[in-house]
T-cell receptor, first 112, second 112 residues
Framework: DAKTTQPPSMDCAEGRAANLPCNHS???????VYWYRQIHSQGPQYIIH???NNETNEMASLIITEDRKSSTLILPHATLRDTAVYYC?????????????FGKGTRLSVIA | DTGVSQDPRHKITKRGQNVTFRCDPI?????LYWYRQTLGQGPEFLTY????????KSRLLSDRFSAERPKGSFSTLEIQRTEQGDSAMYLC??????????FGDGTRLSIL
């Protein structure tokens, strides 16, 4: 699986959009971008994943650049409950039975 | 969908004691994973089951660690002769086919 690079921390004002970047310059054609988050004292929670098209669900939007070397997770209206560590993971979709490889992620602090 | 359940949530024990954790996956999820997470780090893979078969083990899983998944339902992770370095959060995740992994809230182990 390709390696990802994320900033260690970010702040966001409550009610504003939180834009979390992820670089994955060595991503290959069959690899998807997955996002998980981990709220303090809880297990990681799946957010969203995508291959090359932008994706949106009830939690977030995922914007993947045309060359697929980077992506941005967008929380449109951040709340205090969105304070968490956000992990960007790249893996081949067919490898659904293989373990996830987590980095250190981005610690997002939503500020009132 | 009742989610992945882990028991106990917290375990404090003295060095040298044996401990056992339990994970109940989401029903009908045939794949089950154990991860370990130390402070400030992302989760690290320990081992993986497909139904009752243990298919993969990480080099992190020393011979003091053993995991089982009888009948392909719940799983247990046992650590024998615990050491200070075993202090961590132990996370369980389950999935089926190529769905995202769903995590429990973990068991936090503290070694005195």
């Amino acid at each position: 699986d390709a390696k990802t690079t994320q900033p260690p921390s970010m702040d966001c004002a409550e009610g504003r959009a939180a834009n979390l970047p992820c670089n994955h310059s060595t991503i290959s054609g069959n690899e998807y971008v997955y996002w998980y988050r981990q709220i303090h004292s809880q297990g990681p929670q799946y957010i969203i994943h995508g291959l090359k098209n932008n994706e949106t669900n009830e939690m977030a939007s995922l914007i993947i650049t045309e060359d697929r070397k980077s992506s941005t997770l967008i929380l449109p209206h951040a709340t205090l409950r969105d304070t968490a560590v956000y992990y960007c993971i790249v893996r081949a979709y067919y490898s659904g039975n293989t373990p996830l490889v987590f980095g250190k992620g981005t610690r997002l602090s939503v500020i009132a | 969908d009742t989610g992945v359940s882990q028991d106990p949530r917290h375990k404090i024990t003295k060095r040298g004691q044996n401990v056992t954790f339990r994970c109940d996956p989401i029903s009908e999820h045939n794949r089950l994973y154990w991860y370990r997470q130390t402070l400030g780090q992302g989760p690290e893979f320990l081992t993986y089951f497909q139904n009752e078969a243990q298919l993969e083990k990480s080099r992190l899983l020393s011979d003091r660690f053993s995991a089982e998944r009888p009948k392909g339902s719940f799983s247990t992770l046992e650590i024998q002769r615990t050491e200070q370095g075993d202090s961590a959060m132990y996370l369980c995740a389950s999935t089926r086919e190529d769905q995202p992994q769903h995590f429990g809230d973990g068991t936090r182990l503290s070694i005195l």
